[in-house]
């Protein structure tokens, strides 16, 4: 991996931006250039909230991911605003769940990952987001199951730190699909 774009977006409250803060902490782990440029609308919960993350051996002149190589999207009004900016022979992993629409685009390659039901259904709540993560893992190769794993116990918080073994089983269920 030279450089890799990524913009992960969704509605506030579905984990869009920690999804870009646990992989800028991986980068960051794997000795990478990294940045991190969030943006939500005033609403926060229920809002607009996406995430662009760029992870590169080479310095980065700009933190702003216009063509991402692999987009990331949680809910409808996201994949319609950004499945036009996905670079040609990217990526676009979405959660069918949320998302009825079929990728039209030949140039890009599209994964369909069932989230927020795989979630409900293996005792995930709220762990949709980090299913996808697990896609994301596999999907682009961009660091190891072990730093993803050590960047969890760095990034949520104390009194959130039952829930890590919970995030790293929903990684692991992302990576298989």
């Known amino acids: 991996m030279s450089t890799l774009r990524t913009l992960i ?9 920690f999804f870009g803060k646990v992989i800028s902490y991986c980068g960051l782990h794997d ?3 990294v940045t991190n440029l969030p943006s939500y609308g005033p609403e926060m919960r229920g809002g607009t909230a996406n995430c662009s993350v760029i992870i590169s051996d080479e310095e980065i002149s700009s933190p702003l991911v216009l063509n991402p190589d692999t987009l990331v999207v949680m809910n409808l009004p996201s994949y319609d605003k950004f499945v036009g900016t996905v670079a040609p ?4 992993i979405l959660d ?4 009825d629409k079929k990728v039209e ?12 039901e795989l979630a409900e ?6 762990l949709a987001n980090i299913i996808l993560l697990g896609k994301f893992l596999a999907v682009t190769g961009f660091t190891s199951l072990e730093t993803v794993e050590k960047t969890f116990e760095k990034v949520v918080p104390a009194k959130k730190a039952h829930l890590i073994p919970k995030n790293i089983e929903a990684v692991k269920l992302g990576m298989e699909l």
């Open 105 to 116: 685009r030949e140039d890009i390659t599209a994964y369909y990952v069932p989230a927020a």
């Open 9 to 17: 977006a969704g509605f506030g409250g579905q984990g869009s931006l």
């Open 89 to 92: 022979g990217g990526n676009i």
């Open 31 to 33: 000795d990478k250039n």
């Open 96 to 99: 069918s769940t949320l998302i």
């Open 121 to 126: 259904k293996h005792n995930l709540q709220g």
